[in-house]
């Protein structure tokens, strides 16, 4: 078996994913809930900033993915058995140390995500748990955006999925199958000893999607999709002037800038701020008359006039204390 016969077989390992999460078939309307004070850089810079996801508010999040993830490969008599010699096996255990330091030492700092919520059509209101957790305590704004308008590049750096919610116990479950799965295609491959880097690199990439789309379960009214820029995809380093920081309270944090613009093999033509943003909902807390009227001036002034008709107000009867 050719090693392109073998990565189109191992791509199996991604079969559990649904329909439902493919972003691909579902382009789902999807909300980003913010400050008005975010709203007036995006909008007057034209850009969204990314996060690096060890610095997001689910800390478990990537390394606890990869801990586990490893632990699992490191443990599974499943794939000791499957490699057939304890040669074999220990050549795999190198190669799965190998990816995951490479990706630890060489890819995680610039490793992105862009956080949206799923959003239903026709609500002009917002999630009064995402107002209170994102959106300036109900006095920020949702920029909502139509991935329907949004096209693909199959080759992009920057990947859209749903994020998934478990408790540790459905983490380490799903580990077992991945690892059972591995298992079976491992003998229906017929991998030989020069092809075993193959197969760790494989699993590692999996756990590692499988990492920076999960979540803990507390999370789940959040109905979280992400963008997430992966800078080993980057082969061309397209975006590598893109990589910034802020200093705020936690100290200097890693940023990513991705500009509202085509870039050709990259983006999709389509990528226009004014063309996919649906609407922008104004938050509870600021659902005043003055309010609405300096939110269409401020995205007037700043050349957004599209936008500002665009604006919606939040009628949940929601008043901040403070």
Request: glycine share 6%; with cysteine.
């Amino acid at each position: 078996m050719s090693q392109i016969d073998i990565m189109a077989l191992f791509a199996s390992l991604y079969d559990d994913i649904s329909e439902d999460d493919d972003f691909e078939k579902k382009k789902p309307l999807l909300a980003h809930y913010t400050t008005v004070e975010t709203l007036e850089k995006i909008v007057s810079n034209n850009e969204i900033w990314f996060s690096n996801p060890l610095l997001m508010n689910d800390y478990e999040e990537v390394r606890t993915g990869f801990f586990y993830g490893s632990r699992a490969l490191r443990n599974s008599q499943l794939l000791r058995a499957a490699l057939e010699t304890e040669e074999r096996y220990a050549s795999f255990q190198h190669y799965v140390e190998y990816y995951i330091n490479e990706y630890d030492e060489k890819h995680l700092l610039d490793t992105y995500v862009f956080c949206v919520a799923e959003h239903e059509s026709g609500d002009d209101d917002g999630l009064l748990s995402m107002w209170r957790g994102y959106g300036g305590n109900g006095r920020g704004v949702a920029i909502v955006f139509n991935s329907e308008k949004l096209g693909s590049v199959e080759q992009s750096p920057i990947i859209f999925s749903k994020v998934h919610y478990v408790s540790q116990d459905e983490r380490e479950s799903w580990l077992d199958v991945i690892c059972e799965k591995a298992s079976q295609l491992i003998g229906e491959a017929r991998i030989s000893d020069d092809n075993i880097y193959m197969v760790a690199y494989a699993l590692v990439e999996r756990i590692k999607i499988a990492a920076l789309f999960s979540k803990h379960k507390g999370f789940r009214e959040e109905q979280e999709w992400r963008a997430v820029y992966l800078s080993e995809k980057d082969s061309e380093k397209v975006f590598h002037e893109n990589f910034h920081y802020i200093v705020g309270g936690r100290g200097v944090e890693p940023k990513f800038r991705l500009k509202f613009e085509f870039v050709p093999g990259v983006t999709p033509e389509a990528f226009n701020l004014n063309n996919i943003v649906e609407s922008i909902i104004l938050g509870p807390g600021s659902s005043s008359a003055l309010s609405e009227k300096s939110i269409r001036r401020m995205l007037t002034l700043c050349g957004r006039q599209d936008l500002a008709q665009k604006l919606k107000i939040s009628s949940i009867p929601y008043r901040p204390l403070g």
